[in-house]
């Protein structure tokens, strides 16, 4: 009974994103149905949710910077042109699977490696659609390209905080997490290979429905997708060894960049698009500078400014203002732009935040964690679907991490498998659902001009994501149920 109270919030959340309710209602009736069952059912104290609440505050602010910074960035590059010349450069011929997977196994979680909380979304979703791709394909694309790199993620505080509560050496942890996720990285290159070349074929269509592909072309997108995302895997892997898990993605993604960069422009980077590439690489290299300045530095607001990619993402909007050429009207847009969308994709990531803290601080995490333990050496199984609520519920691997990885933890203990290993469960399997989060998902179709979006867009990409993630994980709750049980 216990454990059915404390899902009952997380299920009215889910029931009310398949509504057309506004972004902001589901995790505010989520936050007021957790709060009532907390204090009411589970005996927790307003004080606890206050602590819960406060503790969880800097997070807050710096999503919301981050947020912003990266909005700003997004539409200095659209209002400039630059957004447009770069996706000429990056893929001459268009809508291709190999622009798709450039896309999607290279710039993508590239961006999202050096900065993280959904600012790749922000940047990638335009550059998807510039391409040619259809606005809810590029949407699911986009996000696919995150379905994997989380563990790397913003230079990997997630797999810190995992580090930290397993007692393993954060190379091992980055390790660990990497097997973890191969499932993810196939499921994305498998999904990203057929999503692209269904939508090209729409595109070329002689009419507006597109021909059924064949069952030979969808195992051929299928195995395209499929080489891309173990290729990667492996230079992630073994990045991640060589080198270090901060910067492990972020590596591993700008190789395959140039590579798929390479083949679709036959070998040759020139022409480049010049100053369009100007604020890009002023986020990559500073927020890269900033994370090692940041350690030299010492814990302090000065740290925080340097490591924080919303410092970044900002210079590199104030770079682009003032070296592109544009129009008169970006100066007034691009300001009034910046605002409107901020508060829209703010408020319901601000919301979720929220109610991952009321879920953690009202005992409900705790409830439901518990009432899983019971299941014994199944608890394997359902282990990477643990991981995944709670991914699903904060849409941070940092939090999701707090959250169960004590948990997680004590309850291996009695199977006989180690802390690195529960723990890289919860950091993978959190990790890949993140991009399930309602949040993440309103980023991506608040990315799509209002002209080009519909009612039915938001469903139209949960469809497809819920069931990548889904698969996702029940791959890896097999996987781990007899990996373990015969390690």
Known sequence: ????????????????????????????????????????????????????????????????????AGIFLSRVMQHSGAQQRLADWLSRGGATVPAALMMAHGVVPFLESVTGFGVSIIIGMPLMMA???????????????????????????????????SGADLGDMGLASGMMMLPAFIVSGVFVGVIAARS?????????????????????????????????????????????????????????????LLYIRRGRLAPTPGHALAPYG????????????????????FQDILESPATWAFFAALLGWAILPAPRSMYTAVPSETLRMWWTIGLPNALYISFGAVIAGGGLAEALATALMGLGVAYLFAAPFIGALSGYI?????????????????????????????????????GWAVVSN???????CQMIPADRRSGSTRALVFRIIIPAV??????????????????
């Open 1 to 68: 009974m216990t454990a059915l109270l404390a899902a009952a919030p997380i299920l009215v959340t889910i029931a009310l994103l398949l509504t057309r309710l506004p972004a902001w209602a589901p995790p505010l009736a989520g936050i007021v149905s957790a709060t009532v069952v907390g204090v009411w059912a589970l005996g927790s104290s307003p004080a606890s949710l206050y602590a819960a609440s406060l503790t969880l505050l800097p997070t807050l602010i710096k999503v919301l910077a981050i947020i912003g």
């Open 394 to 430: 904060t849409a941070s691997a940092a939090s999701s991490n707090s959250m169960f990885g004590t948990t997680q933890v004590a309850a291996g203990a009695p199977l006989g498998v180690s802390s690195l290993w529960m723990m890289s469960i919860q950091n993978a399997s959190s």
């Open 200 to 260: 090209i074929t729409a595109i070329t269509g002689p009419d507006t429905h597109s021909p059924r592909p064949s069952m030979g072309q969808v195992l051929g997108w299928a195995g395209v997708g499929t080489c891309s995302a173990v290729v990667l895997w492996l230079l992630t892997i073994g990045t991640n060894w060589l080198i270090g898990t901060p910067v492990a993605g972020a590596v591993a993604t700008a190789i395959v960049t140039t590579g798929w």
């Open 282 to 301: 002023a986020l990559l290299v500073g927020t890269i500078s900033g994370q090692v300045v940041g350690s030299w530095v010492g814990e302090g607001i």
């Open 470 to 487: 889904l698969l996702t994980t029940t791959i890896s709750g097999v996987a781990c149920l007899l990996f373990l049980m015969l390690a």
């Open 131 to 165: 391409l040619g791709f259809p606005p809810v394909a590029s949407a699911v694309m986009v996000l696919l390209g995150l379905l994997f790199i989380s563990p790397w993620a913003s230079m990997g505080p997630g797999t810190l905080v995992a580090t930290e509560l």
């Open 438 to 444: 309602p949040a993440r998902v309103e980023i991506a």
